[in-house]
């Protein structure tokens, strides 16, 4: 398969699970997206996991902004097993019809999206194995994280502001991902002042 497929399946289920997050804390949980529920807080305030409702809805929004952004894929794509797996459990004992199911395929996806990053799992049925990442690790700058964790941080200040606009509450999200995807164009800009710089 080529990158182009797994980028784009990194940037579905980031997109799946960071809007699935973000409505779940955004202001009337008038947020983009297409799954749910949005009202999860509420509903499992009912029974004092209101906390874990926010936890869950914390971890969707990160977790989907490592896939959406792409710049996280492999990290993204192993911590979105265990929640699509809590989700899961939730969605069976609360007896919701057809969420168990999407859910399954969801979960299949990221298997899908993981297969790719096979030779990194070898090592751990044999730990030693030695084995090169070259083929598939590509440089990050430091510069290009921060700019990504901006962008990260910006998703929470936008759940924020959205209690006082819904419109500069989007807008602040929307730089945010942004911000996540031009971290790329940073890693990039550095790497090639650093080479002109060796070159002189």
Do not use: C
Request: charged content about 10%.
């Amino acid at each position: 398969m080529n990158n182009n497929f797994h980028q784009t399946l990194s940037a579905f289920l980031g997109f799946t699970f960071w809007s699935a997050g973000m409505v779940k804390l955004f202001s009337g949980h008038l947020f983009i997206g297409w799954i749910g529920p949005p009202t999860l807080v509420e509903q499992l305030s009912e029974y004092n996991l209101g906390l874990y409702a926010q936890f869950i809805a914390g971890s969707q929004i990160v977790i989907g902004y490592m896939l959406l952004t792409t710049r996280f894929k492999l990290l993204g794509g192993i911590m979105l097993i265990p929640m699509i797996a809590n989700i899961l459990v939730v969605t069976i004992s609360q007896k919701w019809t057809g969420t168990p199911y999407v859910l399954s395929v969801l979960l299949g996806l990221n298997f899908l999206l993981l297969w790719q990053y096979r030779p990194f799992f070898l090592p751990l049925f044999n730990e030693t194995m030695m084995y090169s990442t070259t083929a598939i690790s590509k440089g990050k700058s430091k510069l290009g994280h921060l700019v990504w964790l901006v962008g990260l941080a910006m998703q929470f200040v936008a759940v924020w502001f959205s209690f006082q606009s819904l419109v500069l509450g989007f807008v602040l999200s929307g730089i945010g991902v942004l911000l996540g995807i031009l971290a790329f164009r940073v890693d990039r800009y550095y790497f090639r002042k650093a080479t002109h710089s060796l070159s002189k």
